[in-house]
């Protein structure tokens, strides 16, 4: 006997704004869960058109029983304002030991500004979410100037 799912399910994705279409990943991740996702690509893609398209959007999906779905939006990964305001395709291939480009401290504070936008990161002093936006960079190979 195989057990049903009494609560809801949710789906983390990773999707380009203005760009999702019914192919993987978003087809077979809402179709195992009886979700038509024509339905939800047309209201991503509404919901996205202001972004430029292309710009990666962490996605949460939550799936009800009744196969009815809402989604949350968040703003782009940190990995992804380091890259362009570095002007780097990809960070270093040993995190840690080599250096790729460098960035100013404003820079940072300003990617911590958007990242304070999300709303599981409100509560957060602008102060801690630019020292994760600094691990981050240096994990990418940034190196941080005063």
């Known amino acids: 006997m195989s057990k049903k799912a009494l609560g809801p399910s949710m789906v983390r994705l990773l999707i380009q704004a203005g760009k999702a279409a ?8 809402l179709g195992a869960r009886g979700v038509k996702s024509m339905d939800f690509c047309k209201e991503f893609n509404a919901r996205t058109a202001h972004l430029a398209p292309g710009i990666p959007v962490p996605t949460i999906i939550t799936v009800q029983p009744d196969r009815t779905f809402t989604f949350v939006t968040k703003t782009p990964p940190v990995s992804y304002f380091l890259k362009k305001a570095a002007g780097i395709e990809q960070g270093t291939g040993k995190p840690g030991q080599g250096t790729v480009a460098t960035l100013s401290l404003k820079h940072i504070y300003e990617i911590a500004k958007i990242k304070h936008t999300d709303d599981h990161l409100k509560h957060l002093p602008l102060q801690s979410i ?9 994990t990418l190979g940034i190196a941080i100037v005063p």
């Open 22 to 29: 019914p192919t993987p990943p978003v087809g077979p991740a």
């Open 130 to 138: 630019a020292s994760t936006v600094i691990g981050s960079a240096k």
